[in-house]
Nanobody, 118 residues
């Protein structure tokens, strides 16, 4: 099982980034997918979730209207489009796959760093 995030980097406030998470080794289309983040010195925060079919999405209040989660089951990839980035969005962003009803089937990527700064 692998989840590999990419797309992080340094961006100025107000800018945009698109994170990708490529999955392999499991039945991606059956799993709900989540993006979490962890800022320096803080706990991990759930940012966005998308159901297995892509039919439903949810967001943390702090990113609503700015971030969009999407997935391409044909490419086994989930995305996080981040617009109007703020310094408080600076964090390591993690991709997470979970199968509803099976708590043991919960996979994580290694994370990608997003830094929002002048």
């Amino acid at each position: 099982v692998q989840l590999v995030e990419s797309g992080g980097g340094l961006v100025q406030p107000g800018g945009s980034l698109r994170l990708s998470c490529a999955a392999s080794g499991f039945a991606f289309s059956r799993f709900h997918m989540r993006w979490h983040r962890q800022a320096p010195g803080k706990g991990r925060e759930l940012v966005a979730q998308i159901t297995s079919t892509g039919g439903s999405t949810t967001y943390a209040d702090s990113v609503k209207g700015r971030f969009t989660i999407s997935r391409d089951n044909a490419k086994n990839t989930v995305y996080l489009q981040m617009n109007n980035l703020k310094p408080e969005d600076t964090a390591v962003y993690y991709c997470n796959a979970m199968l509803a009803g099976f708590p043991a089937l919960n996979y994580w990527g290694q994370g990608t760093l997003v830094t929002v700064s002048e």
